[in-house]
């Protein structure tokens, strides 16, 4: 049953993951740089902190899945710094954008969806966001398909 939950988890952990690290994001970890347009946010439409939200989703999935003292360690360690550090980055770029932030801010959320389901938001239409969720999505198919098996030696799939 666990390996289900995280079976059921992956494909949304790596499509935040990807969209997350092909859009520019100054409210959050970005790896390129230039501002969102308030008006059409992306991905962070979805979560203020796309790539932390999928990397603490996929901690948060691996450890049901992996019941060892030393994965519960990794998995639940990764899941506990990209949820604090999502908090820590919220309180770092309000000091360092100032009233840019609440301006930027107004259209996302720390909680994923909740700018979307809380109508200040709608649901992301952007390439940027396409694209990088579906290169994720691309992975999980490849890791589904022996990739995981083949780089980290378990199979996800194994007793299905």
Excluded: Q
């Amino acid at each position: 049953m666990p390996a289900r939950a995280a079976l059921l988890l992956m494909p949304f952990a790596l499509a935040l993951l990807g969209a997350g690290a092909s859009a520019p994001n100054p409210l959050s970890l970005a790896f390129h740089g230039g501002a969102p347009d308030p008006a059409r946010p992306g991905v962070v439409a979805i979560s203020r902190h796309p790539f932390l939200a999928g990397l603490c989703l996929w901690g948060a999935a691996h450890v049901p899945a992996n019941g060892d003292l030393t994965r519960v360690i990794l998995f639940g360690g990764a899941a506990l710094f990209a949820g604090f550090g999502m908090i820590i980055l919220d309180r770092h770029k309000r000091r360092e954008l100032g009233a840019d932030w609440y301006r930027l801010a107004a259209a996302t959320s720390a909680v994923p969806f909740g700018a979307i389901l809380g109508g200040r938001a709608r649901f992301p239409r952007d390439v940027a966001t396409f694209g990088g969720a579906a290169a994720g999505l691309v992975l999980y198919a490849l890791l589904l398909g022996g990739g995981h098996r083949w780089l980290f030696g378990g199979d996800p799939l194994a007793g299905f």
